[in-house]
Nanobody, 121 residues
């Protein structure tokens, strides 16, 4: 099995910054796409940012220019650097990873447990 553990959430004032981390562990041969999603109270979970195994990135329009996704494959870790935070960024942030556990196996999606980000005065 594969486990994803997020860290770095917290409370920050508008205009502030946070950096989220998500480390994958377990039986991992290769990690393909990695991503960050968020879910605010009463809302559906939405994509924030994705990064492919080749480093191609994709962002939600609402975070373009403010958030940066990156990955360190040596550490099986994905990061989300969040700048110029707004109250509407308040949500639980989840990381995801598309993982191949062994040669010949299928790829599966795994999710972290979530880390809470609150942007408030």
């Amino acid at each position: 099995q594969v486990q994803l553990v997020e860290s770095g959430g917290g409370v920050v004032q508008p205009g502030g910054s946070l950096k989220l981390s998500c480390a994958a562990s377990g039986r991992i041969l290769l990690i393909y796409d990695m991503g960050w999603y968020r879910q605010a109270p009463g809302n559906q979970r939405e994509l924030v940012a994705q990064i492919s195994i080749t480093g191609n990135t994709n962002y939600a329009d609402s975070v373009k220019g403010r958030f940066t996704i990156s990955r360190d494959d040596a550490k099986n870790t994905v990061y989300l650097e969040m700048n110029s935070l707004k109250p509407e960024d308040t949500a639980v942030y989840y990381c995801s990873a598309n993982v191949k556990m062994q040669v010949g196996s299928q790829r599966y999606d795994y999710w972290g447990q979530g880390t809470e980000v609150t942007v408030s005065q």
